[in-house]
T-cell receptor
Framework: GDSVTQMEGPVTLSEEACLTINCTYTATGYPSLFWYVQYPGEGLQLLLKATKADDKGSNKGFEATYRKETTSFHLEKGSVQVSDSAVYFC????????????FGSGTQLTVLP | DGGITQSPKYLFRKEGQNVTLSCEQNLNHDAMYWYRQDPGQGLRLIYYSQIVNDFQKGDIAEGYSVSREKKESFPLTVTSAQKNPTAFYLCASAPDRADYGYTFGSGTRLTVV
């Protein structure tokens, strides 16, 4: 079945450092890929998405490129801020599935001033 | 504004009691989902519904029940059979499009006292 593997956390960075959170997936069909962010005590918010190979999703300085050849969707940001501290979830949606999202286990990011 | 509303935000339950968590959406989404999140953990699917009057068990349905009498509403009952109900509960909805992803509510934190 479908699965998503995320880089394990927690990740701690200093403000203005570069961020990469790795995400790889396994899917039988042609999935859409997503990154969600969860701030403390809140629900998940869609951060960005990509629906086909080589698409790049971007939002709030974050980027991720859908790499079909490596089955990856790594999240990147060039300069993180304290306000980026949150849990980040990678997810996929397979068109051949019952429209359920398959989530990774989440990566806790803490950015220190 | 369209969105998904969970209530209450905090809920306390005595052992042996059933409690019901509310989830309402005005996004005209077909599918709705319930997830459980434990501290520092990922998301586990409890139940989901793709159409009115139909729902399916997820990975951890034991001790929970749901109904889907209206498209807008998908309440979750945590029964006394759920032995460890203290957790953060998230509701989500999605349209009939695999490339859209989910819209999440802000969550209900349930504590057994």
């Amino acid at each position: 079945g479908d699965s998503v593997t995320q880089m394990e956390g927690p990740v701690t960075l200093s403000e203005e450092a570069c961020l990469t959170i790795n995400c790889t997936y396994t899917a039988t069909g042609y999935p859409s890929l997503f990154w969600y962010v969860q701030y403390p005590g809140e629900g998940l918010q869609l951060l960005l998405k990509a629906t086909k190979a080589d698409d790049k999703g971007s939002n709030k300085g974050f980027e991720a490129t859908y790499r079909k050849e490596t089955t990856s969707f790594h999240l990147e940001k060039g300069s993180v801020q304290v306000s980026d501290s949150a849990v980040y979830f990678c997810a996929l949606s397979d068109r051949n599935s019952a429209r359920q999202l398959t989530f990774g286990s989440g990566t806790q990011l803490t950015v220190l001033p | 504004d369209g969105g998904i509303t969970q209530s209450p935000k905090y809920l306390f339950r005595k052992e042996g009691q059933n409690v019901t968590l509310s989830c309402e959406q005005n996004l005209n989404h077909d599918a709705m989902y319930w997830y459980r999140q434990d501290p520092g953990q990922g998301l586990r699917l409890i139940y989901y519904s793709q159409i009115v009057n139909d729902f399916q068990k997820g990975d951890i349905a034991e001790g929970y029940s749901v109904s889907r009498e209206k498209k807008e509403s998908f309440p979750l009952t945590v029964t006394s059979a759920q032995k460890n109900p203290t957790a953060f509960y998230l509701c989500a909805s999605a349209p009939d499009r695999a490339d859209y992803g989910y819209t999440f509510g802000s969550g209900t934190r349930l504590t057994v006292v």
